[in-house]
């Protein structure tokens, strides 16, 4: 299937692995031309060169920087001629207890998580507008759905972006303009912060990190762990041509995991 966006110019955050990555590449495939930002720029140079390779037509802006910093969104923004798709990730915070966290740990998980995507959703929605296309894509998670109590910096943050974009996704002056706002779920998904997840788990048990992680494998009706891949692809299709008929949305991948019929 042709996506329709050839030629197109994304933002994709915390793009040097995992599934921001899988977006970046996906969307490369497609012809669209990239900004990619992150934090490490040896990993980040390393993912743009993978990208060219990928498609020599698509170009590959890599900015490092954090995304997180009105600096870092100014430098990610002048990038690019202008913005047509936003994809929106960054990594979650840490998990724990709720007890242990103060307000200033609060507010940077909410800095990160709400915030961040919000102000760039800001900074490119009207001139979206303008030109008659848009397309953002938020990377929150299936706790948003399924809230688990050691991530309740992430449940919280997550779910304030979640009930902000319910309602600025449906002003008429960015859906009638083909605008779309859409969040993307990602459940266990074979990543770095998974497996960072899965150590520590791993440490309290006693278990190893393979024997934890094949249990958390078959707890999943799928028997296995998504792909950062699978879920580029998800991307694509929400920031395509085809999915404009789609805004305020929340799109969970997570294998089955999720027990619920809504």
């Not at 915390?14 to 969307?27: I, Q, Y």
């Not at 990038?79 to 979650?92: E, F, K, R, S």
């Not at 001139?127 to 809230?147: C, D, L, Q, Y």
């Not at 969040?183 to 309290?204: E, H, S, V, W």
Request: neutral net charge; hydrophobic residues 45%; glycine residues 12%.
């Amino acid at each position: 299937m042709d996506l329709g966006i050839t030629g197109r110019w994304a933002l994709v955050c915390g793009a040097s692995k995992g599934l921001g990555r899988g977006c970046a590449a996906a969307l490369v495939r497609e012809g669209v031309h990239v900004v990619i930002t992150a934090r490490g720029a040896e990993a980040l140079a390393a993912t743009a060169a993978e990208l060219r390779a990928m498609n020599p037509a698509a170009q590959v802006v890599e900015v490092a920087g954090d995304i997180t910093t009105p600096a870092g969104r100014a430098s990610a923004l002048a990038a690019a001629p202008h913005i047509d798709i936003v994809v929106n990730n960054a990594g979650g915070p840490p998990p724990g207890d709720f007890r242990d966290w103060d307000r200033d740990i609060w507010l940077k998980a909410i800095d990160a998580n709400m915030l961040t995507p919000i102000e760039l959703i800001k900074a490119t929605v009207d001139g979206m507008a303008e030109r008659g296309f848009g397309r953002i894509v938020n990377i929150t998670s299936g706790a948003v759905k399924a809230p688990i109590d050691i991530l309740g910096l992430s449940n919280g943050a997550r779910s304030g972006l979640t009930g902000f974009v319910a309602g600025v996704a449906r002003q008429p002056k960015l859906a009638s303009r083909n605008v779309t706002i859409n969040n993307l779920l990602p459940g266990p998904f074979d990543t770095d912060r998974l497996r960072g997840t899965m150590a520590g788990a791993a440490q309290k048990s006693g278990q190893t990190i393979e024997a934890t992680m094949e249990a958390r494998r078959r707890q999943n009706p799928s028997h296995r762990f998504g792909t950062p891949d699978e879920f580029g692809a998800m991307c694509a299709f929400l920031c395509s041509a085809h999915a404009g008929y789609m805004t305020g949305q929340n799109i969970l991948m997570d294998g089955g995991a999720y027990p619920g019929t809504f």
